[in-house]
C-alpha cells in the first residue's frame, strides 16, 4: 500500500509558478512510475505529466510542454512538478499518482493505482 500525499497549490498571477509536491509512503518507491493529473469542474480528469521510476523518461501533455517540468527524489520519496508561465487554464485540482510494477505507458488514468488528495492551483488572470 501506497499513500500520497501532494501539497504546494496555491494562487499565483498568470506568468507566475508554483511546485507542486508528491511525498510517497512505502519502501518501493523508486519501483513506480509516477504521474499528475488534473481535473476542472464538470470536466474528466486529465493527464499532465509522468515520470518513470529512475527518472530516465519523462512525457507532457501538448499543453504544458516547455512550462511544466516533472522531476522525482527516489531518496526523499517525493515527486515534483515545477509549473512556470503559468495561465488561467491551468486551473484546476492537480492529484499525484503511483503506477506499481508492471508498469504501464504513464499516460493513462487507468493505470495508476494509487493517487493522492489532491491540491487546488488558482491562475487569475
Known amino acids: 500500500q501506497v499513500q500520497l500525499v501532494g501539497s504546494g497549490g496555491g494562487l499565483v498571477q498568470a506568468g507566475g509558478s508554483l511546485r507542486l509536491s508528491c511525498a510517497a509512503s512505502?519502501?518501493?518507491?523508486?519501483?513506480?512510475?509516477m504521474g499528475w493529473f488534473r481535473q476542472t469542474p464538470g470536466k474528466e480528469r486529465e493527464f499532465v505529466s509522468a515520470i518513470r521510476w529512475n527518472g530516465g523518461m519523462t512525457y507532457y501533455a501538448e499543453s504544458v510542454k516547455g512550462r511544466f517540468t516533472i522531476s522525482r527524489d527516489n531518496a526523499k520519496n517525493t515527486v515534483y512538478l515545477q509549473m512556470n508561465s503559468l495561465k488561467p487554464e491551468d486551473t484546476a485540482v492537480y492529484y499525484c499518482?503511483?503506477?506499481?510494477?508492471?508498469?504501464?505507458?504513464?499516460?493513462?488514468?487507468?493505470?495508476?493505482?494509487?493517487w493522492g488528495q489532491g491540491t487546488q492551483v488558482t491562475v487569475s488572470s
Open positions: 512505502g519502501r518501493t518507491f523508486h519501483r513506480y512510475t
Open positions: 499518482a503511483a503506477d506499481a510494477p508492471p508498469n504501464g505507458s504513464g499516460w493513462y488514468e487507468h493505470e495508476y493505482d494509487y
